[in-house]
């Protein structure tokens, strides 16, 4: 099965991408989501937490707590790779079991942090999904309660458009409406279970 990488810059359209995906039946596996479960409640991975940055990062009912655990490791890059060497290898390891058991031509993995983490070089594709950043920045502030600072220090942490775009196989641009990025994932949609058939008629010989 072919193995699809999807990332993108804060407000390009991920979760817009992923949810058309899924009404085309496509499996998506998306990395915030496995890693929020590797890191609820009883999981061991919070005891490392614990460890690594104090007691005060769980609540009294055993809940990490995720503001806390950003604040502190956000200007302290050690302790960030230290977090990242606890919770990224579970949540690699829980997406592979996802992914084995996924049915479909091909299945997708939503890595917001994909170029960054240096994940790219692992997927048969990667899709990177564009918008404009000052339309990134306008949707986002729609959608939540982000003010543009917030926006513009997270889209500054983040990789570069250029970046994202020189690990690419596939560019989805959403700068237009949903039915034009609709119309490019059908497209792509095709273009990926064809590749996914030659695969598998490859791997027979
Ligand atoms: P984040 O990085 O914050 O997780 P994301 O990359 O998943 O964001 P979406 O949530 O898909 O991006 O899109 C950001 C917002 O913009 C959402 O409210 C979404 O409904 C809206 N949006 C996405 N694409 C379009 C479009 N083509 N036209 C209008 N609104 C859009």
Redesign the pocket.
Known sequence: MLRVALT????????????YLETLGVTVLDA?RYAHQVTARGQDAVTEIATLLGPAVIDADGHLDRAAVRELVFTDPQKRAALESIVHPRVRHEMNKAASQATGPYVIF?I?LLIETGQAGKFDRVVV?E?ARQ??A???L???G?DQQAFSS?DHAQASDADRRNAATDLLN????????HAQIDALHERLTTLSREQAKTADH
């Open positions: 993108g810059g804060i407000g390009s359209g991920k979760t817009a991408v992923s949810d915030d939503s917001p999904v918008a339309l990134r306008e949707r986002v729609e959608r939540s982000l997270i959403n700068d237009g409406s949903l039915e034009s990025l």
